[in-house]
């Protein structure tokens, strides 16, 4: 039997706001412990929330640019349960009314976009940080814990998609989108490794075919995109292997090792009865209408989707559109300023992807520091395109005009790089090499044709390699067979 | 206790109209106890049970009332869109909130390892 992986995943997403989400204390990360709280995020008695209002319209545009449905009506819900980092005793959230429901977000893994549909996008906050004092730092052989409030009441929207995802490949691609997604519209610094953006997967398994889903389980504690796809695929294995051993799969959390390579068990799944969500009485409904709605449209920016829809349509193949539209906003405005200046969109796309982030890493140089505008580029692509560089010749031009060696001509002319495909000129060259090597002629015209390979070595000698290695194979066989 | 218990009773409300309406709904008392970190004790079962099963019988009065032309309300009050701008304001002295601690160190609430079956690792969001 073969095994279908269904996966979706919630993502938590915290907002650059400057202040939390219900009260005035600043939003900080890595600040001393405790130095950013106050009655309504130590839940004091008498303390009431009320929400900001540039969360909410950071929402607004997440949901829009999930092509989510933004609702007239949402409110405010109580999620209840205990745990340390969680002063009030329940988690400001929503329910069965959230701010943005049934989007899709489309996921190109180079086997052509799919959409991945989004069921709901829901505003809530973040709790405090727990730290486990004892041995592991574990909170099984912890001898105590330490509680920082200054996250406690983070503005945090989490995202859940539907289970759309086939693959660890695919769950990843999702992540990374999302991820790109977010920092686009400047809502989120998203930094895994700080916990500003964090995922968990839902992963179960169906045999091929079956419309009926699996037993999901839930895994959790993936800190960068490789350990998420890595998680995944691994969990897919298990789940496999447990059906194919006849044993049943538990509904569970399970935890992510990421030295091991393994996922272990945490605990039953709660069912969401359990807590015993209802509304929250100090929130008064929100209301977000037509207005409200276009005055964020308005500001949103161009998304990586579409904009590797433009790619797409300037000829791009699907993988070059994926790297380029994900690609640092420095390096995009240079391409998109060389094919306004006439370059032809592929070329350029695979010097900025290729060459040019090659010699980005080799001197550590950030795009916004390269010597390079869009205009130069075009004439560098536009020379090789004309017969004036050849390819190699071409990335020592770029390497000069990287080093601030001026233009590519310029560059190319002071380097001695002009490609000679001038058609008299490498025939003559061709004439002279021809009249020195009788014996390769002879054999030659005895059929024996991979020696051209041999003259054009030749040719391109006499050269001092500058002619045009095509033009010279095009005349040598011309001249030859005549 | 009485808190928690209307909570949970409030919830049980909202996702059991129906069954509340034919009045079949059978509370769970030790369970949601248990989720209100409250050690009953048989007595006490009995006693708060009887005192939820009176609750929902009233709740089911109500049911029975016709409001299908009424809009779902969540608020009492009709206010909406009460908002404050993204402004950062002082927060509280950090010895002063400490201080109101039970036990600190290093600048943190000090507080005992593991609360039961519901603490896990990381947040819970
Ligand atoms: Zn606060």
Known sequence: MTWAPVVGIEVHVELRTLSKMFCGCAVSFGGAPNTNVCPTCLALPGALPVPNRTALDSIVAIGLALNCDINEHSIFHRKNYFYTDLPKNYQISQFDLPIATDGWLEVDTGEGPRRIRIERAHMEEDTGKSTHVGEGGRIHTAEKTLVDFNRAGTPLVEIVSRPDIHSAVEARAYAQELRALVVELGVSDARMEEGSIRFDANVSIRPHGDSELGTKVEIKNMNSFRSLERAVDHEIGRQIGAMEAGKPIVQETRHWDEAGGLTTSMRGKEGSSDYRYFPDPDLVPLRIDEEWIERIRGTLPELPSTRRQRYLGQGLDSHSAGVLASSDADLRSLHDDAVASGADPTASANWITGEITAWMRRTETEPGDLDLDGARLAEMVGMVADGDLSASAAKDVLDGVLSGEGGPREVAEARDLIQVSDRAAVSEIVGSVLADNPEAVARYRDGEHKVVGFLVGQVMRASGGKADPQLANELLRAQLSG | ?125
Do not use: K
């Open chain 2, 1 to 125: 206790m009485t808190r928690w218990l209307a909570l949970t009773l409030a919830n049980v409300m909202r996702q059991g109209t129906s069954l509340c309406r034919a009045m079949a709904i059978e509370i769970d008392i030790a369970h949601v106890a248990r989720l209100a970190r409250l050690d009953l004790d048989e007595d006490q079962l009995a006693h708060y049970g009887a005192q939820l099963d009176a609750i929902v019988a009233y709740a089911a009065e109500v049911q029975a009332v016709d409001t299908s032309d009424i809009p779902e309300m969540s608020h009492p009050m009709g206010m909406e869109n009460s908002f404050r701008d993204d402004v950062v304001v002082p927060s509280l002295d950090r010895d002063q909130v400490l201080e109101m601690a039970p036990a600190q160190e290093d600048g943190a609430f000090l507080v005992p390892p593991s609360l039961g079956d519901e603490a896990e690792e990381g947040d819970e969001s």
